[in-house]
């Protein structure tokens, strides 16, 4: 019994040192010993993040993507009969806000760190990393109009990234919160500057983020509340699906039912289409 209560104390102890979300600037800071401070800044995260995003914005890889969204709207047409593309407005890359990135690197680092006090992987996420360890720095979204739009627009954003030499990636998300949508990834290498004037190249990604109408209009009437409930530092002691009354349930389960009127409505589309 007595030695359960020195392992308890020890735990308590270890959760105690986790810097609150008002600790937490300076806790990251520190982590950057005496450049610190100044790689933390505000400032400096949207001037390097600036770059980042213009140099992404001009590369070849994705003007081919934008020059040819029409393209790929009219294959999936005269294919499927249907529209591929929600809109046909140009899509923009986006830098992640700092107050985002703070938040980002405060969950993996403090809040969801299974390894506290140590590292969450090989090294903590601070401002000298985090361009290259977060992967959405520089964000954009294309929204389709069906379910099968999703898959047949990753394969030719693989395309276009294989043919100007970019890594790419694809993660077709499904999470418990009824989150569905493919996150497409391609990397670039782009020289940034340093504290010391100098410059120094690093290793980005662009996030591109494919998802249908109908997730797109429950992700943006969700959003704030996702971004709240996902910094919450206090866990629940009921879980949310069993919970009716809780904040998570309706909108968690009204993105799981979107998704299976998705799949219905692609049926409807097939029956429609057979002679």
């Known amino acids: ?3 359960r209560s020195v ?25 950057d010993q005496a450049a610190g401070n100044a790689l933390a800044t ?20 994705w003007q081919a993507i934008l020059a040819n969204l029409r393209e790929f709207n009219d294959e999936y047409t005269i294919a499927t009969g249907y529209r591929l593309l929600a809109n046909l407005d140009v899509p923009n890359i986006y830098l992640k806000p700092y107050d985002s990135i703070l938040d980002k690197t405060y969950r993996k680092n403090v809040l969801n760190n299974d390894r506290w006090p140590h590292p969450p992987d090989q090294n903590w996420i601070t401002p000298a990393n985090w361009y290259v360890a977060t992967n959405d720095v520089v964000r954009t979204t294309v929204v389709v109009k069906y379910l099968d739009g ?40 782009l020289e940034i500057p340093k504290l010391d004037w100098d410059t120094e190249i690093i ?7 494919v998802t249908t109408q109908l997730q797109d209009v429950i992700r943006k009437l969700t959003h704030d ?17 069993w919970d009716y ?31």
């Open 42 to 61: 505000k400032g400096r995260y949207e001037t390097v993040g600036a770059k980042i995003r213009n140099d992404v914005a001009t590369s070849e890889a």
């Open 225 to 241: 509340y996702y971004e709240q409930r996902r910094s919450r530092s206090t866990p629940r002691d009921k879980k949310w699906q």
């Open 7 to 31: 392992v308890g104390t020890e735990e308590d102890s270890k959760e105690a040192n986790r810097p609150a979300w008002g600790e937490y600037p300076q806790w990251l800071a520190s982590k």
């Open 245 to 275: 009354e809780s904040p998570e349930f309706l909108p968690n389960y009204l993105g799981h039912v979107l998704h299976y009127m998705e799949g219905m409505i692609m049926e409807v589309r097939k029956r429609g289409n057979t002679p």
């Open 1 to 3: 019994m007595e030695a």
């Open 150 to 189: 999703v898959q047949f627009l990753v394969a030719k954003l693989k395309e276009i990234a294989e043919k100007y030499g970019h890594e790419f990636a694809a993660d077709f998300e499904a999470r418990d919160e009824g989150y569905y949508a493919a996150h497409c990834y391609l990397w670039f290498d």
């Open 203 to 209: 290793r980005v990604r662009l996030e591109i983020q």
